[in-house]
């Protein structure tokens, strides 16, 4: 099946600092990449829809200048957590569907864990 | 609203069978998904049913009811690697994924 990578997989950081996480898909071009966050015993709460070429579409509450989403190729797609403080120590996980359909599953990337101290 | 509704926690047999039910609520309606999930990793995909009936993939199967907004997720010869968290996930007519907080299911030898 269809893999996406997700690097890395965890990352410790002091707080202030900013921190990219990177989705590729391995063998399908994803025009359209999710990037989800989930903290403990918590449902995957949807960020953002990355858009290749265009800007990502934010869910609402999701600080934008916060998460910055870059979608600039059809296998990668970045979420850059600027300034991270303690709270924002979570579990980030992105999803992609294969360009052109609406449809099927989703893969995911194995997700990365932010703790910031 | 969109709403997704699972129990919080099961508890099972190895070896015996075991059915998670979901019921949703959704702005339009384009499939559902069944996630499973361990703990600390990502969502596998375990099925995905657009049609009303039973789809069957080896010890797992998954049963959709439109127009009840019903679904259930069928585990058969449970094993101690199946405890997990199932997740029912509905497409919208926006063809967004809506998630709840999953099923929690225990397996005790």
């Known amino acids: 099946g269809a893999v996406v990578s997700q690097h890395p997989s965890w990352v410790i950081c002091k707080s202030g600092t900013s921190v990219k996480i990177e989705c590729r898909s391995l063998d399908f071009q994803a025009t359209t990449m999710f990037w989800y966050r989930q903290f403990p015993k918590q449902s995957l709460m949807l960020m953002a829809t990355?858009?290749?070429?265009?800007?990502?579409?934010?869910e609402q509450g999701v600080e934008k200048d916060k998460f910055l989403i870059n979608h600039a190729s059809l296998t990668l797609s970045t979420l850059t957590v600027t300034s991270a403080h303690p709270e924002d120590s979570s579990f980030y996980i992105c999803s992609a569907r294969a360009s052109g359909l609406d449809t099927g599953e989703l893969f995911f990337g194995e997700g990365s864990r932010l703790t910031v101290l | 609203g969109q709403n997704i509704d699972q129990p919080t926690e099961m508890t099972a047999t190895e070896g015996a069978i075991v059915q998670i039910n979901c019921t949703y609520q959704t702005s339009g309606f384009n499939g559902l998904f069944w996630y499973q999930q361990h703990a600390g990793e990502a969502p596998t995909f375990l099925s995905y049913?657009?049609l009303d009936g039973l789809e069957e993939k080896g010890r797992f199967s998954s049963f959709l009811s439109r127009s009840k907004g019903y679904s259930y997720l069928l585990l058969k010869e449970l094993q101690m690697k199946d405890s997990a968290s199932y997740l029912c996930a509905p497409m919208d007519s926006n063809y967004q994924l809506i998630w709840g907080a999953g099923t929690k299911l225990i397996i005790k030898p």
């Open positions: 990355s858009n290749e070429g265009s800007k990502a579409t934010y």
């Open positions: 049913n657009v």
